[in-house]
């Protein structure tokens, strides 16, 4: 099993940063995306940004140039810093691990969810 244990969310205001960080333990792939998804109320869940165990990031195109995502993977760690962040940013942020097994088998982590609050 994979454990995620997220921390970094609060409250801000719009124009501030925050950085949220998540940590995971279990049996983690060498092969494997970590990345973190955002739920607003009465949203769909949506990508945020990933990035793979060899470095590759992408993002969702509403944060590209104010949020960047980073790894360790000694570590098995993934970082967000999220900056000039906006009252839309508002959300619960999920981290996200997911195991490639091979070509055709993968396994999907979730950690229980941080709340990030911009206030206008």
């Known amino acids: 099993q994979v454990q995620l244990v997220e921390s970094g969310g609060g409250l801000v205001q719009a124009g501030g940063s925050l950085r949220l960080s998540c940590a995971a333990s279990?049996?983690?792939?060498?092969?494997?995306?970590m990345g973190w998804y955002r739920q607003a109320p009465g949203k769909q869940r949506e990508l945020v940004a990933s990035i793979t165990s060899a470095g590759s990031t992408n993002y969702a195109d509403s944060v590209k140039g104010r949020f960047t995502i980073s790894r360790d993977n000694a570590k098995n760690s993934v970082h967000l810093q999220m900056n000039s962040l906006k009252p839309e940013d508002t959300a619960v942020y999920y981290c996200?691990?997911?195991?490639?097994?091979?070509?055709?088998?993968?396994?999907?982590?979730w950690g229980q969810g941080t709340q990030v609050t911009v206030s206008s």
């Open positions: 996200s691990l997911t195991n490639t097994w091979s070509w055709v088998s993968k396994s999907d982590y």
């Open positions: 279990g049996i983690i792939t060498g092969i494997n995306v």
